[in-house]
């Protein structure tokens, strides 16, 4: 059936060529024009990168740039297929755009774990010191998921998966069986999945499976044992199997929840320490006497990954997350959060005296005494809460609260960049790949910012959602993958990594050396502490007076921090 579409009388379509021509460079102009005013009113931006190969094989890098209040602007696309991409290249292209924003703007440079953008990173926070070096914490989180599922006993389990799985996939007569079942016991989630090679906590979603749908194979095996091969009657007779899905179950479910959170949009550094303690918490609490050698190598595995991404970013935002109070860390550990806090003020370009007060303030946050006393609200974030306090303190001398707000406007994530590679490859497709880069920079800086601005863009569609759920509706493809996308392995080989594949075991995870890990295994609870703020404000009206004088003072953080915690 044809449909015959009428417009008012002298109306006629646009053409192609205007769509894509005159009218999308008016939109794009305007759309530049609103990213411009945005950056110029915002400060603590973090901006992040990422490289890809479209179908011409030709690189392409995006380059992202991220506000406190989470929007994501896409800057700009670049092809350096004639360029070698060195370290030196990557930062030369950061530089320059950190140049024409303006350097004192940002905070922080996120990117993925590639030898190239980590030597990048290096050199743009040598560059510019304000400018803080991170990597992309849910790509270190997908590494821990992988090594989890090198280590034989996982790989067993996922071996007797995929045997389980590929024979419900090719036997038509399996698989119908399989669906009836699972509609008999009114199951909802779907059949049995297969995991994506790149995107390693997909392996929770497919054993999750096994657990789910437990009833209705056991329901086959018995009733119609015909119709299944003798290795699917034998894996599924043992009982251990399924306990041991259950243990593997167990542990990467925290990886998954990790890394969903981690992508999100409104994910801060303090949530990816958080997530580590999770994971970390539930490896503590694996079996000693079944499962002991699984037990300590996903330890040796934790501990391994920790050491290469830990950073007191994190532990600080940690610390200054007001849900979570002095009950948490192990004894000795706010000494080193107060010199590591003390060299990022350096950074920042702080006075000495400024480092003073920021430690003395630190002291004062730690037992909650004014002005940091007030509640915090499960409802609000942790932005919210500090920017509550700005006014408790003399214009300028807020100093935690400055340094707070820094590492909480931080996005710690480059997710944004593989997202811009999934709306690409839908707009290249397989019949587009002429389409000029500008113009798939345009059209895509058009998405980009409808995505950051969909409530305010969107109002009918909003109507009743907040920004978060209606960013959370136009991102959901990428984080939660359809059945067709899940690729077919017909065989298991995890061990795809050059780095040595010998699995080490121990015993005790190195978190417990900085935090009570037994805090985490429960619901979170709130403790109240207090200390005099005497000594802090004799050194403030003494900072104050000197402050006057616009004079410095000699300077040794470790004997102020010594001198701190000799008096806690």
């Not at 005159?22 to 530049?32: D, F, H, K």
């Not at 002991?292 to 200054?320: V, W």
């Not at 109507?463 to 990428?478: A, G, H, P, Q």
Request: charged fraction near 25%; proline fraction near 3%.
């Amino acid at each position: 059936m044809e449909y015959e579409f009428k417009f008012g009388n002298g109306y006629t379509p646009p053409s192609h060529e205007v769509l894509s021509g005159r009218l999308l460079s008016q939109e794009i102009a305007n759309i530049n024009l609103k990213i411009i005013q945005k950056l110029n009113y915002s400060k603590n931006l973090t901006i992040a990168c990422d490289g890809w190969t479209n179908n011409l094989n030709e690189s392409i890098w995006n380059f992202l740039i991220y506000t406190p209040d989470r929007c994501e602007y896409l800057w700009c696309l670049k092809n350096l297929s004639n360029e070698s991409h060195t370290g030196v290249l990557i930062a030369e292209e950061i530089k320059k755009i950190i140049e024409t924003i303006g350097s004192e703007k940002f905070s922080a440079i996120t990117t993925d774990a590639g030898s190239n953008v980590q030597n990048a990173r290096q050199l743009i926070s040598a560059k510019f010191p304000n400018i803080l070096n991170l990597r992309c914490i849910p790509h270190a989180i997908n590494l821990i998921s992988k090594d989890i599922c090198n280590i034989p006993f996982a790989n067993q389990i996922l071996t007797k998966y995929n045997t389980l799985v590929t024979y419900f996939k090719k036997s038509h007569q399996a698989g119908a069986a399989l669906k009836e079942e699972i509609r008999k016991f009114n199951i909802i989630g779907g059949g049995l999945k297969q995991w994506v090679n790149t995107r390693w906590h997909t392996v929770y979603e497919c054993v999750n499976s096994i657990i789910r749908l437990k009833e209705p194979l056991e329901n086959l095996r018995y009733n119609s044992p015909e119709i299944l091969s003798q290795a699917v009657i034998s894996i599924l007779h043992s009982r251990a199997f399924f306990d041991d899905v259950r243990v593997l179950v167990f542990i990467l479910g925290p990886v998954k929840k990790a890394i969903t959170i981690l992508e999100s949009r409104s994910c801060n550094l303090a949530d990816c320490f958080c997530e580590l303690i999770h994971l970390g918490a539930s490896i503590n609490k694996l079996s000693l006497s079944d499962h002991s050698t699984f037990r300590k190598q996903c330890i040796a595995i934790f501990n391994k990954r920790y050491n290469e991404f830990a950073d007191p970013l994190y532990l600080l935002c940690f610390f200054l997350h007001p849900q979570y109070n002095e009950s948490y860390w192990a004894h000795g550990t706010f000494r080193e959060l107060l010199l590591a806090a003390d060299e990022i003020f350096k950074k920042m370009g702080k006075t000495n005296i400024s480092r003073r007060d920021l430690l003395y303030q630190m002291k004062l946050y730690c037992t909650r005494e004014l002005p940091f006393n007030i509640s915090y609200s499960m409802s609000e974030t942790p932005l919210i809460w500090w920017f509550s306090l700005e006014d408790s303190f003399p214009k300028n001398e807020d100093y935690l609260v400055q340094f707070a707000l820094k590492l909480f406007s931080i996005v710690p994530h480059a997710a944004g960049c593989e997202r811009v590679w999934s709306r690409l490859e839908w707009l290249y497709g397989l019949r587009r790949n002429r389409l000029a880069l500008h113009k798939i920079e345009n059209m895509h800086k058009l998405a980009s910012y409808y995505y950051s601005h969909a409530k305010h863009e969107l109002p009918y569609f909003g109507i009743e959602k907040t920004n978060t759920e209606v960013f959370d509706i136009l991102v959901d493809e990428y984080l939660n993958l359809d059945e067709d996308d899940f690729v077919e392995i017909d065989e298991v080989d995890l061990n795809e990594s050059e780095e040595d594949t010998n699995l080490s075991e121990e015993t005790d995870l190195l978190l417990n050396n900085i935090l009570n890990l037994n805090r985490f295994e429960d619901e979170f609870e709130d403790d109240d502490l207090s200390m005099d703020e005497d000594y802090y404000n004799e050194n403030r009206e003494e900072t104050s007076s000197t402050n006057q004088l616009q004079e410095d003072i000699d300077w040794d953080p470790i004997e102020e921090v010594d001198k701190i915690i000799k008096n806690i």
